[in-house]
């Protein structure tokens, strides 16, 4: 992990513009604070990357969020493409500054140069592809200056680093773990999947009232309801019956959990800004 951040560190000193995905379902647990440190200095563009899974109204909120904190702001679902054309705008929002500051020296059409960041499976590889397309070509090595890297001409203003950083998600929290094992990022052997799924509807009646008694046809609450007796009710419902009649609450959590994964509960926010700053995140 240290020679990875080393890598990234010496990656970035090439770099004009650090361009962070995040999931749009989790903006801010799946952020690795790291990077905040790594990038001193260096222009900060965050993608909202899954925007077709999460809540519209909710991701609005993040975008005003981040935009507070002096990010530039690009919301995308890099599968079909939607909104990845705009993010060539916003790196040249970022970057305008370095671009009047070249134009003052003279320099003229110097390319910003990028760097894609994120956590395994946000969707760094399917952006990349995205955003720069079938036409462009690689740039190959530039001796001196870019030594052993590979670059993708976007076009005649931006360079991408061929490679994405890897980040890694940061467990600071129980909250934060969670949220990272529910839309499916590590794992899922290592953890109870009955536990996952009654935290993950814990939060889903908790936020979208209604939404899964409609998914699934089962009373969403009754007095003194626990998640744990909705999962219960799931289970009867879909017939997840172990031999000896038992529900089989593991079966039915994983129906859950890949419900939620596929989207078919619907497009659900998993953190709101609000939250985050009752947790300390000013
Ligand atoms: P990574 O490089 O950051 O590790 O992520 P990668 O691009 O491999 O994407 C991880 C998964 O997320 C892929 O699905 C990819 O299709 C999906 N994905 C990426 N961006 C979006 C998006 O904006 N919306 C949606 N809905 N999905 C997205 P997969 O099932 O692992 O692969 P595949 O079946 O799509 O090939």
Same mark, same amino acid.
């Given at each position: 992990m240290a020679k990875a951040k080393r890598q990234m560190q010496d990656d970035i000193k090439l770099i004009d513009v650090v361009v962070e995905l995040v999931d749009a379902r989790i903006p801010l647990a799946s952020k690795n604070p790291d990077i905040d440190d790594i990038a001193k200095g260096k222009a900060r563009v965050i993608i909202l990357n899954k925007v077709d899974m999460a809540d519209k109204d909710v991701t609005a909120l993040w975008k005003a969020w981040y935009e507070k904190r002096g990010f530039y702001v690009a919301l995308v679902n890099s599968r079909n493409g939607n909104g990845v054309k705009a993010v060539q705008d916003v790196i040249n929002e970022a970057c305008k500054e370095k671009i009047e500051r070249d134009r003052r020296r003279g320099?003229? %059409?110097?390319?910003?140069? &990028?760097?894609? $960041?994120?956590?395994? %499976? !946000?969707? =760094?590889?399917?952006?990349? %592809?995205?955003?720069?397309?079938?036409?462009?070509?690689?740039? @190959?090595?530039?001796?001196? !200056?870019?030594?052993?890297?590979q670059w993708?001409? #976007?076009?005649? %203003?931006?360079? #991408?680093?061929?490679?994405? @950083?890897?980040?890694?998600?940061?467990? +600071?929290?129980?909250? $934060?773990? =969670? =949220?990272? /094992?529910?839309?499916?990022?590590?794992?899922?052997?290592?953890?109870?999947?009955?536990?996952?799924?009654?935290?993950?509807?814990?939060?889903?009646?908790?936020?979208?009232?209604?939404?899964?008694?409609? =998914?699934? +046809? $089962?009373?969403? /609450?009754?007095?003194?309801?626990?998640?744990? /007796?909705?999962?219960?009710?799931? &289970?009867?419902?879909?017939?997840?019956?172990?031999?000896?009649?038992?529900?089989?609450? +593991?079966?039915?959590?994983?129906? !859950?959990?890949?419900?939620?994964?596929?989207?078919?509960i619907g497009a659900i926010s998993l953190e709101r800004p609000e939250e985050a700053e009752d947790a300390g995140n000013q």
């Open positions: 320099i003229q %059409n110097r390319p910003v140069r &990028a760097m894609i $960041v994120g956590i395994p %499976n !946000v969707g =760094k590889s399917t952006f990349i %592809n995205t955003f720069a397309g079938k036409s462009v070509a690689k740039t @190959g090595n530039k001796p001196g !200056v870019t030594k052993g890297k993708i001409r #976007l076009n005649k %203003n931006t360079e #991408l680093l061929d490679t994405p @950083g890897i980040l890694w998600p940061k467990f +600071e929290s129980v909250e $934060v773990g =969670k =949220k990272i /094992s529910w839309i499916g990022s590590i794992n899922d052997n290592i953890l109870v999947p009955e536990e996952m799924a009654i935290d993950l509807l814990n939060y889903i009646t908790s936020h979208y009232s209604g939404l899964i008694g409609r =998914k699934y +046809e $089962v009373e969403e /609450s009754l007095p003194e309801d626990t998640a744990a /007796s909705l999962l219960e009710r799931i &289970a009867q419902r879909r017939g997840c019956l172990k031999k000896g009649g038992e529900f089989d609450l +593991e079966r039915a959590a994983n129906l !859950v959990l890949d419900d939620f994964r596929a989207v078919r």
